[in-house]
Nanobody, 125 residues
Framework: QVQLVESGGGLVQAGDSLRLSCAVS????????MGWFRQAPWKEREFVAA????????YYADPLKGRFTISRDNAKNTVLLQMNSLKPQNRAVYYC??????????????????WGQGTQVTVSS
């Protein structure tokens, strides 16, 4: 059974950085394209970033380009999300997701088959 486990969330101040990690177990990690999503209170889950199976393609939500960076280490079965210059509005539960099949749009939650339990990120002003 495949499991995705996020870590690295926490409480930081505006302007700080955080690095989220998602460890994948149970299947060959390189079989999956990976994504990060987030969900703030009372809001829908929204796309943050995605990375292809080999890591040669990365995709970002437009407002986050330049501040967030997604990467993967296939040897460690891990996908990372580096978040810089955090803002209070970045507060949310951050989820990693995985898919073995490309459904045509990495930004849609329905494009992913597997999800982690989420990690809370809170940014104080």
């Amino acid at each position: 059974q495949v499991q995705l486990v996020e870590s690295g969330g926490g409480l930081v101040q505006a302007g700080d950085s955080l690095r989220l990690s998602c460890a994948v177990s149970g299947r060959t990690f390189s079989s999956y394209a990976m994504g990060w999503f987030r969900q703030a209170p009372w809001k829908e889950r929204e796309f943050v970033a995605a990375i292809t199976w080999t890591g040669d393609g990365t995709y970002y939500a437009d407002p986050l380009k330049g501040r967030f960076t997604i990467s993967r280490d296939n040897a460690k079965n891990t996908v990372l999300l580096q978040m810089n210059s955090l803002k209070p509005q970045n507060r949310a539960v951050y989820y990693c997701a995985a898919t073995e099949v490309y459904y045509g749009d990495y930004s849609r939650p329905l494009s992913y088959d597997l999800w982690g339990q989420g990690t809370q990120v809170t940014v104080s002003s």
